[in-house]
């Protein structure tokens, strides 16, 4: 699910001020595993097996994402610097399967930044970024870094992943029949489709024009 605005970002210097990057989010959630604990204050051990499974999602994430090189030459391109926030949760499986790959796709650019709140810390953020009500996540909120105009968003799912999780939701599919469908969905996508929505955001984030030999409906 994606948006696209020119208004004034809702975040502020104090959101940025307390915001972590991905490398502290992991060694966050590391610590607080060794306690028994999870992001929030929900520490029951379905939160943190969830948690746990979410950190070995993660990982397997980090070592198998390859990015498209088109992709690659569009994070090239970009002139415009541009801050990425990222509301999420260590026991968000959505999190868990994009975090990673988003993280890849900022890194190939040295004006892209990310800085991750959590969720239910930021709700003044999160509530200003509800998908269909509700406070999906993980949600991110692209902007300008020297004036802090909106760009766009994206989140909380690919768009298929989106449509699929609409679908179980309304056949109102056991919890464990759900999970299995879903990371099922991004594991047989291997962050693809993901890497194709981004293609085409950064290219109206940043004002890129697309070359005329390539097809730029990719999300359809």
């Known amino acids: 699910m994606t948006a696209n605005t020119t208004e004034q970002s809702v975040i502020t210097p104090a959101h940025l001020a307390k915001a972590i990057n991905y490398t502290q989010y992991r060694d966050l959630i590391d610590r607080l595993l060794a306690e028994n604990k999870t992001t929030g204050t929900n520490h029951s051990e379905a939160m943190i097996a969830y ?3 979410n950190a070995q999602r993660m990982r397997r994430v980090e070592k198998t994402v ?3 090189d088109e992709l690659v030459q569009v994070m090239l391109s970009v002139q415009t610097p541009m801050t ?3 509301l999420t949760e260590a026991w968000c499986g ?11 796709i900022a890194d190939a650019s040295p004006l892209v930044d990310v800085k991750l709140l959590l969720r239910d810390e930021n709700l003044d953020v999160m509530d200003a970024y509800l998908t269909n009500g509700g ?10 870094t020297d004036t802090m105009e909106e760009l766009g968003t994206w989140g909380p799912r690919p768009e298929p992943a989106q449509v699929l999780y609409q679908e179980m939701k309304e056949q109102n599919l056991p919890f464990n029949e759900f999970a299995e469908k879903l990371h099922g969905w991004y594991a047989k996508d291997k962050s693809r489709t993901l890497q194709k ?16 030999d390539v097809n730029v409906d990719r999300c359809s």
């Open 135 to 144: 406070r999906s996540i993980p949600k991110l909120i692209a902007f300008r």
């Open 84 to 86: 990425w926030v990222i």
């Open 51 to 53: 948690t746990r499974m």
């Open 66 to 68: 390859l990015l498209e």
């Open 94 to 104: 959505d999190a868990a399967q994009s975090l990673p790959a988003i993280v890849k």
């Open 197 to 212: 929505e981004f293609i085409e955001l950064i290219r109206t984030w940043a004002k890129l024009t697309a070359p005329e």
